[in-house]
């Protein structure tokens, strides 16, 4: 079965993806899915949904098996369902409804309330003087509404008197606005019931509670028992989960029984999760659901289904068998639904391979074709392409290419080439590809124009309200400089290359006369001209997006520079060559999260300022006072394994070779199959058109069987003349 793992990557230990699930989830949960026998592919869904929509549409799964939180709002949770089911997708756990529900505390509370189940009581707050101190047992807890993974609940959520109740909503809606839930605190001990509906029991899937087991040495101190923030982050190592639970039977009974009617009555679906409380005197009390519960190593879901004798593979296995009857998905494929367009597709490969390889001679600098791909790069991006099960046609971007695209039967074009020459050379390719109307990856040739001019790029960035350096262009070095530079260094560089061609040590100029020495190199090395622009001291960055019209950012990636005498380090050509003791990579930068937020927007505007489209990396410069500089946009980046910017980036990021190319092609192939509906809709037409003519020339054929009409007369046949001819008329009786 083609199956697909939907899921949002823990990239921080931030509250704000406490819900997100680690690599070494993905990992296990993806093993055990190649174990059992299945195609897989895996789908980091952050970002926007036109992209996963788009690699979806592209892999055409037989089946989603969805663990993504979503990342905002009340309904996260319910989104990716919804759109799964918009798309016509099958996919694993709960539908948007029952996720909706169970992520609202309060709107769960009143629904299990109906079906007799034993809350705690509780009062929903939106704002402060919504608090009923009349209605309040006490001591009660304090918890946001709309979160999971217990954010928000710290032994300072226990309220015991009215006054510390108001001051702790008071800091509880000022962080979670959408509303916190005041509750009864029970004293007692934490107990949860897992579910898994493909488990064959007497319990309906339900299966054994479970319960933590904490180290006493990480409690110490502590005056409430709960299972708070901090146990299920910072001290997860000193929780174990032991199943079953050291409960009484009677209780454990009772507890299965009342998990088989919430379960049902709030519709979960395949697998689920329930926390109750219970109580010093043994009674237990539902606190919430999860329809959407953590399968991380070590979950209480793998101990209680151990207990029938279902391990991981086997829990993740019946998962998915559960949704595949639901679907009636047999042998892999989706009983009386249409089956999807998939692979493979002839994908040509436009690329200019490097013969000459870059290299530093003293101060002489080979870099002739330093833009160009190495034999080895090629080599990963074709192989990456194939491993989708597309068939690769070889396409070097060479005088003959016009005439080889013209003759090629191709699908789509997966476009690395740089072109030929001149400034516009990034986007030759692609507008031969467009004259042709074959679908490509990355930006079109107005992009690709417009950002290898730096200059050009700079004056677009501007004016979208993103910051740029002071510059000017030079055409000899002898024109004026500007007086925008205040002061010294400034830096110089050619203005439409790419890969820091021209970027050296010396690109950085302390005096005028240093300026116009090396503005005179570039212009007579590169024929064009020299682009001088203020050097930000400060912190480099570059980002990666992925995506069209609302791009992916990836988390940003820090080029920190290691020699600290160099006081204006530059990210330069030297350094591409030999970087490994003089700059070090962070992927992901380490930032704070309203500088991470600042240069996150930069970029994306920067993105969408430009026109970009599927892939592109952005670099910027940070100053002193955390002002964010855009330096120069590479719609075109490299994609060398373990080595370029941008595969670094997305290695940072928890994204692998073979994915970032699926991500980059992904785009070009919803385009490709609009395409194809496109022509379908006019063969169609065409087709009505036809038919349509031949029913009119069939009924004039009947009609001259049927009769004839002959009408004569002189000159026009005009009456006015006064002269009318003969008139005969034959028609058949009827």
């Known amino acids: 079965m083609r199956i697909a793992l939907t899921y949002n990557l823990r990239l921080s230990d931030s509250e704000d993806e406490a819900e997100f699930d680690t690599q070494e989830t993905v990992n296990t949960l993806a093993s055990a899915m190649e174990r059992l026998g299945h195609r897989l592919e895996r789908f980091e869904v952050s970002g926007p949904a036109s992209r996963t929509v788009a690699r979806l549409e592209a892999y055409s799964p037989d089946l989603i098996f969805n663990i993504a939180e979503g990342r905002r709002g009340?309904?996260?949770?319910?989104?990716?369902?919804?759109?799964?089911?918009?798309?016509?997708?099958?996919?694993?756990?709960?539908?948007?409804?029952?996720?909706?529900?169970?992520?609202?505390?309060?709107?769960?509370?009143?629904?299990?309330?109906?079906?007799?189940?034993?809350?705690?009581?509780w009062q929903f707050v939106e704002k402060l003087n919504e608090l009923k101190a009349e209605d309040l047992r006490f001591p009660v807890i304090i918890k946001p509404n709309f979160e999971g993974s217990s954010k928000g609940i710290t032994q300072d959520s226990v309220a015991e008197?009215?006054?510390?109740?108001?001051?702790?909503?008071?800091?509880?809606?000022?962080?979670?606005?959408?509303?916190?839930?005041?509750?009864e605190f029970i004293s007692g001990t934490d107990v949860t019931v897992p579910y898994l509906a493909a488990v064959q029991n007497d319990h309906d899937g339900v299966?054994?509670?479970?319960?933590?087991?904490?180290?006493?040495?990480?409690?110490?101190?502590?005056?409430?028992?709960?299972?708070?923030?901090?146990?299920?982050?910072?001290?997860e190592n000193a929780v174990k989960v032991r199943a079953p639970a050291k409960i009484p039977p009677k209780v454990a009974e009772e507890m299965r029984t009342m998990s088989t009617k919430i379960f049902q009555a709030l519709d979960c679906r395949d697998l689920g999760r329930i926390d109750f409380r219970l109580s010093d005197a043994g009674v237990p009390y539902f606190l919430e659901i999860n329809a959407l519960p953590s399968l991380e190593p070590g979950a209480g879901i793998y101990a209680a289904a151990a207990l029938e004798g279902v391990h991981l593979d086997g829990v993740v296995n019946a998962i998915i068998q559960s949704a595949a009857r639901r679907y009636k998905i047999k042998d892999g494929k989706r009983q009386g639904k249409p089956a999807r367009k998939t692979g493979p597709l002839r994908v040509g490969f436009t690329y200019n391979v490097k013969r000459v390889k870059p290299a530093l001679d003293g101060q002489a600098v080979e870099d002739s074709e330093a833009e160009y791909d190495s034999p080895t790069t090629l080599q990963a991006i074709r192989e990456a392409i194939a491993s989708w099960g597309h068939e690769v046609v070889d396409l070097e971007a060479t005088a003959e290419l016009p005439s080889v695209l013209a003759s090629t039967p191709l699908d789509i074009v997966f476009n690395i080439a740089e072109g030929f020459k001149g400034r516009n050379r990034e986007s030759q390719v692609p507008a031969m590809l467009e004259l042709l109307d074959i679908p490509y990856t990355g930006s079109d040739p107005a992009t690709l124009s417009i950002a290898l001019d730096k200059a050009l790029a700079k004056k677009i960035v501007r004016q979208a309200g993103i910051h740029t350096p002071n510059f000017q262009l030079m055409h000899t070095g002898k024109e004026r400089l500007n007086k925008d530079f205040t002061s010294f260094p400034l830096m110089v560089k050619p203005v439409a290359e790419g890969s820091s061609k021209g970027v050296v040590s010396k690109s950085v100029c302390h005096s005028e006369t240093e300026l116009r020495e090396v503005v005179k190199e570039i212009v007579t090395k590169y024929q064009q001209p020299a682009l001088i622009e203020e050097y930000i001291g400060g912190r480099e960055f570059t980002v990666g997006l992925l995506g069209e019209?609302?791009?992916?950012?990836?988390?940003?990636?820090?080029?920190?520079?290691?020699?600290?005498?160099?006081?204006?380090?530059?990210?330069?050509?030297?350094?591409?060559?030999?970087?490994?003791?003089?700059?070090?990579?962070?992927?992901?930068?380490?930032?704070?999260?309203?500088l991470l937020e600042k240069l996150r927007a930069a970029a994306r505007g920067s993105f969408m300022a430009l026109g970009c489209r599927d892939v592109a990396r952005i670099d910027f410069r940070m100053d002193d006072k955390g002002r964010i500089y855009f330096i120069e946009c590479n719609p075109l980046p490299g994609l060398t394994p373990g080595w370029s910017d941008l595969v670094l980036i997305a290695q940072g990021a928890g994204m692998d070779y073979r994915g970032l190319i699926g991500e980059i092609m992904a785009p070009a192939i919803r385009r490709y199959k609009e395409r194809e509906a496109r022509r379908a809709a006019d063969e169609s037409a065409l087709m009505k058109l036809a038919m349509e003519k031949a029913s009119h020339e069939k009924a004039a054929m009947a009609d001259e069987k049927a009769g004839t009409v002959s009408v004569t007369g002189s000159g026009s046949g005009s009456s006015s003349s006064g002269g009318e001819g003969p008139v005969r008329m034959d028609m058949k009786a009827h």
């Open 74 to 121: 009340r309904f996260r949770e319910a989104f990716y369902p919804a759109l799964f089911e918009e798309l016509g997708f099958a996919y694993t756990g709960s539908d948007a409804y029952a996720l909706a529900v169970t992520l609202d505390k309060q709107l769960t509370k009143l629904v299990l309330s109906k079906h007799g189940i034993r809350t705690p009581g």
């Open 207 to 235: 299966l054994s509670p479970t319960e933590y087991d904490i180290d006493p040495a990480a409690i110490a101190g502590r005056k409430y028992a709960i299972y708070d923030y901090e146990l299920k982050t910072r001290k």
């Open 549 to 594: 019209r609302r791009p992916r950012v990836l988390p940003p990636m820090e080029i920190v520079f290691l020699d600290k005498a160099d006081k204006t380090p530059i990210y330069s050509f030297e350094h591409k060559l030999d970087w490994t003791d003089r700059i070090r990579y962070d992927a992901p930068a380490k930032l704070e999260p309203a």
């Open 161 to 183: 008197t009215l006054e510390q109740a108001r001051e702790k909503v008071s800091q509880a809606l000022a962080r979670y606005p959408a509303g916190v839930l005041v509750e």
